[in-house]
């Protein structure tokens, strides 16, 4: 099972909406809903800010959505603050019965 | 709120076996998903295998990288969840993550990680 697709960087000025994407196949990505964003800041532990592909968890900022579209799979942050300079990263179900994640998103706040 | 302490990381040669552990609080480990998840120095995320609630027989999962050399193991009795792991490579130096969830989802509950170390 080979590793989703993000890009290694993004970047965006406070304000700004920004958007990841998370690229897979028709066997993770593409094959169930089960599409899920963490954020990650530097010698943190990971934290779900997305689930379902669309779904956020009690607390985390509506700045954060979600969305699919066949094989492909979005992160957008709207408002860009200064605090959401952090690592990205996606995962997904596959039809294997297992998970995988992409590489991982650094995104930049200019 | 669920807390996860992973425990257990360290040095160790290649060729190798360290078994890495989890205490939960806020959680009973037998009623839910509990996996494990590795960043490499720099890298990704990078998910291991799981095991799944009592009520559907506890079964793993394992990537194809970690089947035959990685083990996710649970003892109800002290709502404790391990890692195996067996013939340690260089490549496996990496930070562990203990994670629980309901499904076939997202995990929503993390430990603060902890190193394993593999070198000569």
């Known amino acids: 099972q080979s590793a989703l697709t993000q890009p290694a960087s993004v970047s965006g000025s406070p304000g700004q909406s920004i958007t990841i994407s998370c690229s897979g196949t028709?066997?993770?990505?593409?094959?169930?809903?089960?599409v899920s964003w963490y954020q990650q800041y530097p010698g943190k532990a990971p934290k779900l800010i997305i689930y379902e592909v669309s779904n956020r968890p009690s607390g985390v900022s509506n700045r954060f959505s979600g969305s699919k579209s066949g094989n492909t799979a979005s992160l957008t942050i709207s408002g860009l603050q200064t605090e959401d300079e952090a690592d990205y990263h996606c995962s997904s179900y596959t039809t294997s019965t297992t998970l995988v994640f992409g590489g991982g998103t650094k995104l930049t706040v200019l | 709120e669920v807390q996860l302490v992973e425990s257990g990381g360290g040095s160790i040669k290649p060729g190798g076996s360290l078994r890495l552990s989890c205490t939960g609080s806020?959680?009973?480990?037998?009623?839910?998903?509990m996996s494990w998840v590795r960043q490499a120095p720099g890298r990704g995320l990078e998910w291991l295998g799981r095991i799944k609630r009592k009520t559907e027989g506890a079964t793993t999962d394992y990537t194809a990288p970690a089947k035959g050399r990685f083990f996710v193991l649970r003892d109800e009795s002290t709502n404790t969840g391990f890692l195996q792991m067996n013939s340690l490579k260089i490549e496996d130096t990496a930070v562990y993550y203990c994670?629980?969830?309901?499904?076939?989802?997202?995990?929503?509950?993390w430990g603060q990680g902890t190193l394993v170390t593999v070198s000569s």
């Open positions: 994670t629980t969830g309901t499904g076939d989802g997202p995990s929503d509950s």
């Open positions: 028709n066997s993770d990505v593409g094959a169930y809903n089960y």
């Open positions: 806020g959680v009973t480990f037998s009623d839910v998903y």
